[in-house]
T-cell receptor, first 113, second 111 residues
Framework: GAGVSQSPSNKVTEKGKDVELRCDPISGHTALYWYRQSLGQGLEFLIY????????KSGLPSDRFSAERTGGSVSTLTIQRTQQEDSAVYLC???????????FGPGTRLTVL | GENVEQHPSTLSVQEGDSAVIKCTYSDSASNYFPWYKQELGKRPQLIIDIRSNVGEKKDQRIAVTLNKTAKHFSLHITETQPEDSAVYFCAASKGDYKLSFGAGTTVTVRA
């Protein structure tokens, strides 16, 4: 079946602009995660959605970052007033439920000029 | 929060030799330890995982060992092949959703 998909695959933006990154999880997966991978670094947890529960936003680095998940499926990560330090690969993952194996999407490479 | 350290950051091995990557974690409540492989430009993919009720798990040429007392776990790849070249990440969690990742090990298998 289809895996996790993300769009766009690459995004180049100017400092100060807003960007939206999209994630389509595996069908039937109730849990969805966003991570950030900076060059040469590991994956940094950003936010977690599980069903209809309130999301865990504890990993969001600043209030310029927000995310939503509509209808328990597609998720959008929004970064407002982008800064150069926001440049990274943003990875989305989904799992069947809490604590199950996380399957990753291909990521969105964000470059802020 | 959980802190995971991974060593070495780079590893070069001759084809056919073994590769070992080690990770330590700080939170004794962690009980789930997956390993992900990320080829250049590709998504991370789970290759093996272990839970704290076992000390070792094998899957063909890959094995993971866990020492809960010392709070460290290791990935062992035997009979390395060129397709094993990739970045490998360890992670730890308390069995819930929040995975804490190591910084990664770049493995290069020399033909």
């Amino acid at each position: 079946g289809a895996g996790v998909s993300q769009s766009p695959s690459n995004k180049v933006t100017e400092k100060g602009k807003d960007v939206e990154l999209r994630c389509d999880p595996i069908s039937g997966h109730t849990a969805l995660y966003w991570y950030r991978q900076s060059l040469g670094q590991g994956l940094e947890f950003l936010i977690y959605f599980q069903g209809n529960s309130a999301p865990d936003k504890s990993g969001l680095p600043s209030d310029r970052f927000s995310a939503e998940r509509t209808g328990g499926s597609v998720s959008t990560l929004t970064i407002q007033r982008t800064q150069q330090e926001d440049s990274a690969v943003y990875l989305c993952a989904s799992s069947l439920g809490n604590g199950d194996t996380q399957y990753f999407g291909p990521g969105t490479r964000l470059t802020v000029l | 929060g959980e802190n995971v350290e991974q060593h070495p950051s780079t590893l070069s091995v001759q084809e056919g030799d073994s590769a070992v990557i080690k990770c330590t974690y700080s939170d004794s409540a962690s009980n789930y330890f997956p390993w992900y492989k990320q080829e250049l430009g590709k998504r991370p993919q789970l290759i093996i995982d272990i839970r704290s009720n076992v000390g070792e798990k094998k899957d063909q040429r890959i094995a993971v060992t866990l020492n809960k007392t010392a709070k460290h776990f290791s990935l062992h790849i035997t009979e390395t092949q060129p397709e094993d070249s990739a970045v490998y990440f360890c992670a730890a969690s308390k069995g819930d959703y929040k995975l804490s990742f190591g910084a990664g090990t770049t493995v290069t298998v020399r033909a």
